[in-house]
């Protein structure tokens, strides 16, 4: 196993390397983990429209580019946040036999207990999510490829609900369904239940150890994220993902 | 075309646009905040009932089509997409 500590880099780049951690792991058979954040951007699910769900011309004005996911799900404005990806086997015990829904179950009981240690008391709710209080902190996606599950979620840090939304569009049917009056009350940042809010840096290396001390008995490896590897990720799927013909195809 | 959003319920949100002319579906975009593995075997469904009349479409035969061809469909089910692509139906 091996426990990437990375920074936080730009959305599209870091979806190349996720994509591309996924043919490290069908080359390899090694479980990887990688803690990293974006710069501020829009990330959308593979199958919404992006017109549909972004205030684009709002994005536009603001410098804040907009990318699509390999993985469905939906729309956050990503700023100060970490992302965890986890790429492994699909023959890996963890998961091998479970169906898609208990996948993301097993995963996210691991983020939640990570959240737990540091004091947040966070819970599932399935499909995707996870909530603190009511309110989430943290969506996740799943994509299966040569044999290769990965999976990828947020944990919000600090949410600035006004901006967040100034840019993601809220269909009414969603409020409705939620039974919300307004979408202040939909998302929360793991800071709010903090003693004292932590940085990027600081909940990233908690993290790390935190997945260390985890799997213990596997031995993890943590490393600095490699400049080759992410440098390779872009060669292979920058072509895709350096491309608005990908983000904004629907 | 013609859109029609539905939030399923312990779902995702599906937002279906579509073109449909005396019952029959000209044209279609399945969207949302679901998840379909693979995920490229969206194109195959919209084509698939592009061309069927939607009060012949049923739910066995739907059904039928994902599970011949492996896929997995998680924040909608075959009768909410049938739903939607009705409720677009009966408000032309």
């Not at chain 1, 199958?47 to 536009?60: G, N, P, Y």
């Not at chain 1, 979620?153 to 967040?164: F, H, N």
């Not at chain 1, 993601?168 to 969603?174: H, Q």
Request: charged share 25%; with cysteine; aromatic share 12%.
């Amino acid at each position: 196993m091996i426990v990437y500590r990375d920074v936080k880099d730009r959305g599209d780049i870091n979806i190349c390397v996720d994509e591309f951690l996924i043919d490290e792991v069908n080359r390899t058979n090694e479980v990887i983990w990688r803690f990293y954040g974006p710069k501020p951007c829009v990330y959308i699910g593979r199958f919404q429209s992006a017109e549909m769900e972004v205030d684009l011309e709002k994005c536009k004005s603001d410098n804040i580019p907009v990318f699509r996911r390999a993985t469905g799900g939906g729309a956050v404005y990503a700023n100060n946040e970490l992302t965890y990806t986890v790429c492994l086997p699909l023959d890996n015990p963890l998961i091998a036999g479970l169906s898609i829904g208990e996948s993301y179950k097993v995963i996210i009981d691991i983020i939640i207990a990570g959240l737990r240690s540091l004091g947040v008391n966070a819970s599932f709710k399935p499909i995707n999510d996870i909530l603190v209080d009511g309110k989430k902190v943290s969506g996740n996606a799943q994509t299966r490829k040569n044999g290769v599950l990965l999976q990828h979620g947020t944990l919000l840090l600090d949410v600035d609900v006004d901006l967040m939304f100034s840019y993601l569009k809220v269909p009414d049917e969603k409020l409705k369904y939620k039974y919300v009056q307004s979408v202040k009350s939909l998302v929360v940042g793991i800071n709010s239940f903090l003693d004292k809010p932590l940085k990027f840096e600081e909940v990233r290396d908690f993290f790390v150890d935190f997945i260390v001390n985890y799997f213990k008995s596997d031995n993890p490896l943590v490393l600095d994220m490699p400049k080759q590897l992410k440098d390779n990720a872009k060669v292979e799927y920058g072509k895709r993902y350096f491309d608005n013909a990908w983000h904004l195809k629907f | 075309m013609i859109q029609f959003d539905y939030k399923v319920k312990n779902g995702k949100l599906l937002r279906i646009l579509a073109d449909i002319d005396s019952g029959k579906i000209i044209s279609l975009k399945i969207r949302g905040d679901f998840f379909m593995h693979p995920e490229d075997f969206i194109y195959d469904l919209e084509s698939f009932l592009v061309g069927k009349s939607v009060l012949d479409l049923d739910l066995k035969t739907l059904d039928e089509y994902l599970h011949q061809n492996k896929v997995e469909v998680i924040g909608f089910s075959s009768i909410d997409l049938l739903y939607c692509l009705n409720q677009i139906n009966d408000s032309l």
